[in-house]
T-cell receptor, first 113, second 118 residues
Framework: KAGVTQTPRYLIKTRGQQVTLSCSPI?????VSWYQQTPGQGLQFLFE???????NKGNFPGRFSGRQFSNSRSEMNVSTLELGDSALYLC????????????FGPGTRLTVT | AQKVTQAQTEISVVEKEDVTLDCVYE???????LFWYKQPPSGELVFLIR??????QNEISGRYSWNFQKSTSSFNFTITASQVVDSAVYFC???????????????FGKGITLSVRP
């Protein structure tokens, strides 16, 4: 069974631009969560989607948004990029919103210059 | 608010040594779940274990063992006879219980970088 895939793996953007990251969960998984990892703040929860609905949200500004499609694939978007948005963005999938194990993808490394 | 503290930031051991990674958590919930994840240099978080707040039994899986003590709010992880392949960043995480099991939001500690030297 294929694991969680994230595209692109690496991205370089300029301040003020916007970016869209994609996550394909493990086949059959309906919940997708997003996390931001930075050296300073560590791993922080962004949001979770289940059956195309946002079920949970972390403490991030409105510039961070996401969505989930009917095939459970998810995208997250960051608008008006800031230097501080440079991070590893990790996506995790699980069978359902309340299932214990989350399986993580390899992440997308975003660099904002 | 939930909080996970991993006071050790970096640990370096020689192969075959035993090593314990500490994790202390804070939560007001009576039902919660604790996790350990491993992050090798490739960057992908690998699930190691999940423990719920009602199960204080220690667990052993090969060279790995976990000690959960509610009295001290700790969930420590021990690697016996460490190997070079164990070199990675290890994260302890906490989630509160949702309506049916663990909430998907994980609160992570800062992580412990383990280096195992040959």
């Amino acid at each position: 069974k294929a694991g969680v895939t994230q595209t692109p793996r690496y991205l370089i953007k300029t301040r003020g631009q916007q970016v869209t990251l994609s996550c394909s969960p493990i086949s059959g998984h309906r919940s997708v969560s997003w996390y931001q990892q930075t050296p300073g703040q560590g791993l922080q929860f962004l949001f979770e989607y289940f059956s195309e609905t946002q079920r949970n949200k972390g403490n991030f500004p409105g510039r961070f948004s996401g969505r989930q499609f009917s095939n459970s694939r998810s995208e997250m978007n960051v608008s008006t990029l800031e230097l501080g948005d440079s991070a590893l963005y990790l996506c995790a999938s699980s069978l359902s919103s309340n299932t214990y194990e989350q399986y993580f993808g390899p992440g997308t490394r975003l660099t904002v210059t | 608010a939930q909080k996970v503290t991993q006071a050790q930031t970096e640990i370096s051991v020689v192969e075959k040594e035993d090593v314990t990674l500490d994790c202390v958590y804070e939560t007001r919930d009576t039902t919660y779940y604790l996790f350990w994840y491993k992050q090798p240099p490739s960057g992908e978080l690998v699930f190691l274990i999940r423990r719920n707040s009602f199960d204080e039994q220690n667990e052993i899986s090969g060279r790995y063992s976990w000690n959960f003590q509610k009295s001290t709010s700790s969930f420590n992880f021990t690697i016996t006879a460490s190997q070079v392949v164990d070199s990675a960043v290890y994260f302890c995480a906490l989630s509160e219980a949702g309506v049916q099991g663990a909430n998907s939001k994980l609160t992570f500690g800062k992580g412990i970088t383990l280096s195992v030297r040959p």
